[in-house]
């Protein structure tokens, strides 16, 4: 089902123009972002997770908490939004936990478009980014596609959103 | 103590765990998105607000992460795709079956077969999700 508002594609959001499938640059790197995780950062992702266990809270045999590794979905994103505009939905999500993710610790992300494509009349596209702590140790890897619309993309884009693919970056 | 183990036999089921979303918990102030708000969620083409994917998600990560405890932590490897939307005010399930194991280096990977399931039964996210056991 859906509405007849939305058999247009949303050209505009609450912070600008929405990124088109043509202005995507495969291959563009995506800079950097540095990344500490509070301690009230990882109290936040385990209540909106329900994800709780000492480890997060108290202690870990890792020497200190740790953060629930899913943590690390928010960052690559703010840096994607840092160069496009992409809402769209979320299609695919992989990752590896090679460390453990502690408060304090500063986690350096970088990322790089992989992919774009047209699949079923709609819009994809594929991002990785990883994450190194101070010593340059891989924390994290992940790779992501999001489909740049729900609607057919020979459904016009000029329509009006409210939510944007930019969010403040905080978890 | 992690529940899986090595000798765990391949078509073990992971435990089920399940979550009722409510729209409230998507609330960010007073910025409607497709996550709280259906008429924010209408103009992308969604019947309604739907819940944030990486939160749904998380069900499959805590059913990994208290399946496998510290080789989970260090060393999980997730594969999902997001094939239909789990409603902002939704039920949940997430489940999992073990498909395979692999030994890496001193360790066991254990694979899992893992999917999300919506209250009308329908499956939301499938994928497969690995984690290390200690002893190869």
């Not at chain 1, 200190?64 to 840092?82: D, E």
């Not at chain 1, 709609?122 to 980014?129: H, I, T, V």
């Not at chain 2, 083409?45 to 405890?69: D, H, K, T, W």
Request: aromatic share 10%; glycine share 10%.
């Amino acid at each position: 089902m859906m509405s007849e508002e939305a058999r247009t594609r949303v050209e505009f959001d609450e912070h600008g123009k929405r990124t088109t499938y043509d202005e995507i640059e495969v291959g563009k790197d995506l800079g950097s972002l540095e990344w500490v995780v509070g301690g009230n950062d990882i109290e936040k992702q385990c209540a909106i997770d329900e994800d709780f266990h000492p480890w997060f809270a108290l202690d870990s045999e890792w020497n200190g908490v740790i953060a629930p590794p899913q943590i690390q979905y928010r960052p690559p994103r703010w840096l994607l939004s840092r160069t496009y505009n992409i809402r769209g939905v979320f299609y695919r999500w992989d990752f590896e936990n090679l460390k453990p993710i502690r408060p304090g610790e500063k986690i350096t992300i970088t990322g790089r478009i992989l992919d774009k494509w047209i699949d079923r009349d709609r819009e994809f596209m594929s991002y990785e980014a990883e994450g190194r702590d101070a010593g340059g140790e891989l924390v994290f890897r992940t790779t992501r596609v999001h489909a740049l619309d729900v609607v057919e993309r020979t459904a016009p884009r000029k329509g009006a959103g409210q939510d944007s693919g930019i969010k403040q970056e905080k978890i | 103590m992690a529940i899986i183990g090595k000798d765990t036999p391949v078509g073990t089921e992971l435990p089920v765990f399940a979550r009722r979303f409510r729209n409230e918990m998507f609330a960010m102030g007073d910025i409607k998105t497709i996550h709280n708000d259906d008429a924010a969620a209408q103009r992308e083409g969604l019947p309604r607000a739907v819940a944030v994917g990486p939160q749904v998600a998380a069900l499959i990560f805590r059913m990994m992460r208290c399946c496998f405890e510290e080789g989970w932590i260090v060393g999980g490897r997730v594969a999902l795709t997001f094939r239909r939307p789990v409603w902002s005010n939704d039920f949940a399930t997430a489940h999992g079956v073990i498909k395979g194991k692999e030994v890496e280096s001193d360790k066991v990977r254990v694979v899992c077969d893992v999917w999300v399931e919506r209250g009308d039964g329908e499956k939301a996210i499938v994928g497969t999700c690995s984690a290390l056991v200690p002893g190869a």
